[in-house]
């Protein structure tokens, strides 16, 4: 199938648009016309090869929502017309023990990245939601249940999945005290699941600009990370850190505001980070610990979670040819929401 995005042909040049081809349909194929894709950081992260693992051209994308255009003879969940979604993930070997427990994300084999990923069977490389159409497996599409605002539910897909797992990882429910560092896409999601999870939230940012909003996300406070005697007041006082920040930086000073066995999770930066000290760790049991977005289950458990309690991201509508724009602007982090494209801007 023929289609249309944009792409990034290397690290330097603005993404413009691409001509392509979708797979054939396989049997176990849905064919997608993408009406909405966030704009995650870990979009520009690969646009610009920050990770060093870019195969371009990549068209990026990967909080998509859509409309089944076809379907393989083998397919029993979809049908035509339905309102579907595709993540971060596009394939994985469904046969390991990670496979078998819903945590494709840590397929033994490798799980296929939405975009700059090799398919399984033909080795072409995977290209994102920026675009018209997509074409995938029926077991990595998700479910958009009925009374999400398609326009606005994208980022659930990414943002809201890749905050969800930790918290349900570490247990957080009614009480727990939850600290959010880093209030954009990530962040903002982290912080109205956290307090719908019944969680005691608190955000922590580089400066209390976002406070009135994050207060009506359901924060309950803003801390200035910077602001050294608010640091020692809050020292002791959070069970769970989720930890957004995009670039290099130190952890440790994070680390005190945990209580005795309290973990901060990274899910932001990808990569090197500064110099820590483990003395904070030592002196009260405390954890860093990762989070790499979540499974197919769980995914389809965070848009039925968020259909539930009312909860939907905080959206920017752009046009597609608004992209450059946009990446500009998420790297100056002063948002305290996400992008989303409005793919009916752009023509096949
Ligand atoms: P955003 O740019 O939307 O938000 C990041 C926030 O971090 C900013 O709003 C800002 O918040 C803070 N920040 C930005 N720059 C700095 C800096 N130099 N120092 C300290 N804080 C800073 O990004 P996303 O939320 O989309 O993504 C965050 C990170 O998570 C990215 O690196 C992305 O690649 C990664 N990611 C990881 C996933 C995983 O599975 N683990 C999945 C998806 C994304 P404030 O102004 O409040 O300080
Ligand atoms: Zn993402």
């Not at 903002?188 to 955000?203: E, L």
Request: hydrophobic residues 40%.
């Amino acid at each position: 199938m023929k289609t249309v995005g944009y792409a990034a042909h290397d690290s330097e040049k603005p993404l413009e648009p691409y001509h392509f081809e979708r797979r054939a349909l396989r049997d176990e194929d849905v064919s997608i016309e993408i009406l909405y894709c966030g704009v995650c950081h870990s979009d520009l992260h690969t646009a610009e090869n920050d990770w060093g693992w870019t195969h371009y051209p990549v068209v990026p994308g990967h909080e998509i929502v859509g409309r089944v255009l076809e379907v393989g003879s083998g397919v029993t969940k979809y049908k035509v017309g339905d309102n579907v979604a595709v993540g971060c993930m596009v394939d994985s070997c469904l046969s390991c023990d990670q496979c078998h427990h819903g945590e494709e994300q840590f397929c033994r084999e490798g799980m296929v990245g939405t975009y700059s990923g090799q398919d399984r069977i033909s080795g072409e490389l995977t290209q994102g939601g920026y675009s018209k159409h997509i074409v995938v497996r029926e077991e990595f599409v998700l479910n958009v249940p009925e009374g999400l605002d398609l326009a606005k539910c994208a980022p659930i897909l990414c943002a809201g999945i890749t905050t969800y797992s930790p918290l349900r990882t570490w247990n957080v429910g009614p009480g727990s005290r939850v600290g959010v560092i880093g209030l954009g896409g990530l962040g903002h999601m982290a912080i109205k699941i956290a307090a719908a999870m019944g969680a005691h939230v608190t955000a922590i940012s580089r400066s209390d600009k976002k406070k009135q909003q994050v207060l009506s996300y359901g924060a309950k406070d803003l801390l200035v990370s910077s602001d050294e005697a608010a640091m020692q007041a809050h020292a002791n006082q959070f069970d769970v850190i989720i930890n957004t920040i995009p670039v290099k930086h130190d952890f440790t000073p994070y680390i005190p505001l945990l209580d005795i066995d309290g973990t901060q999770v990274l899910v932001g930066q990808v990569g090197e980070l500064a110099e820590s000290n483990s003395v904070p760790l030592l002196m009260g049991r405390r954890r860093v610990a990762g989070s790499l977005i979540g499974g197919i289950a769980q995914t389809q458990e965070i848009l039925d979670f968020c259909a539930l309690h009312n909860i939907l991201p905080e959206v920017e509508m752009i046009n597609m040819d608004q992209i450059n724009d946009a990446f500009d602007k998420l790297k100056q982090g002063d948002m305290a929401s996400r992008f989303v494209i409005d793919m009916s801007s752009l023509e096949v």
